[in-house]
């Protein structure tokens, strides 16, 4: 058990629509990274954020959005679903900002668009 | 745009055998990350490379940093179906607190036979 969880496992929804996935991060971590996981293309970094505030951003796409709350929760919100949207989403903490900080994983939330 | 190459995309070997997966790159990474995910599961950290030339071993897998710190291989000795898995390597592009990206190949799905 990496400490990490993700909400909800598993997610259908339709084209259009709009989705919130949340991750509590493992105790004491101050950096969350949501990371989208696809066949054909991996593991692509999505955003970072660190103690509240937006770190780093990868290749986010402007339909998705994220935030960190004060309890260092946080949620990652996509909009205006395409069918290509659907793919696993990882959120994974580390104790720090630094990027060579190991990362753990939770076990992430399979959306599926129809 | 930093690319991590993964060979081979797939092996599927014999239990006892040895295997080496390799991840390659034309970039610099100031250090590399080896991952294990299981399905239904998010990546778990097995190593952490940091030196060019570094080999780090981990019970029946010995993990080598490239001298140029360009790529990294995992070589395992007499496979278990424990083993198997999806390897994925993560490269960092940053040094300690500063900010970047962790990247990652698109892995090499390994299947043990008992």
């Known amino acids: 058990d990496s400490g990490v969880t993700q909400t909800p496992k598993h997610l259908i929804t339709a084209t259009g629509q709009r989705v919130t996935l949340r991750c509590s991060p493992r105790s004491g971590d101050l950096s969350v990274y949501w990371y989208q996981q696809s066949l054909d293309q991996g593991l692509q970094f999505l955003i970072q954020y660190y103690n509240g505030e937006e770190r780093a951003k990868g290749n986010i796409l402007e339909r998705f959005s994220a935030q960190q709350f004060p309890d260092l929760h946080s949620e990652l919100n996509l909009s205006s679903l395409e069918l290509g949207d659907s793919a696993l989403y990882f959120c994974?903490?580390?104790?720090?900002?630094?990027?060579?900080?190991?990362?753990?994983f939770g076990n992430g939330t399979r959306l599926t668009v129809t | 745009t930093q690319l991590l190459e993964q060979s081979p995309q797939f092996l599927s070997i014999q239990e006892g055998e040895n295997l080496t997966v390799y991840c390659n790159s034309s970039s610099v990474f100031s250090s590399l990350q080896w991952y294990r995910q299981e399905p239904g599961e998010g990546p778990v950290l097995l190593v952490t490379v940091v030196t060019g030339g570094e080999v780090k071993k981990l019970k029946r897998l010995t993990f080598q940093f490239g001298d140029a710190r360009k790529d990294s291989s995992l070589h395992i000795t007499a496979a278990q179906p424990g083993d198997t898995g999806l390897y994925l390597c993560?490269?960092?592009?940053?040094?300690?607190?500063?900010?970047?990206?962790?990247?990652f190949g698109k892995g090499t799905k390994l299947s043990v036979k008992p």
């Open positions: 993560a490269g960092a592009s940053g040094y300690g607190g500063s900010q970047g990206n962790l990247i």
């Open positions: 994974a903490s580390s104790p720090d900002r630094g990027v060579s900080s190991p990362l753990h």
